[in-house]
């Protein structure tokens, strides 16, 4: 009896974790997809702004968006 018991249990720990392997193998491909999306946004907001003249208006607002986002690292 008590070997079932600990079978069942083991079982139910390796569930969880190929639940957890997958909600972050998930959520590493979700990051990755929101950065590649961000480059290219960045590289068109950069051409654009060339092909405008207004490149320097551009290098602020990428700053400004770089501290945001050290911002949110550093307080969650």
Request: aromatic share 2%.
């Amino acid at each position: 009896m008590d070997k079932k018991k600990q079978m069942k249990k083991r079982r139910e720990q390796e569930s969880e974790q190929r639940v957890i392997r997958r909600l972050t193998i998930a959520k590493e491909q979700q990051d990755a997809e929101e950065a590649e999306e961000k480059a290219i946004r960045e590289t068109a907001a950069r051409r654009q702004a060339t092909a405008t003249g207004q490149v320097e208006e551009v290098e602020n607002q990428k700053e400004k968006d770089r501290e945001i986002a050290m911002n949110r690292e550093r307080f969650g």
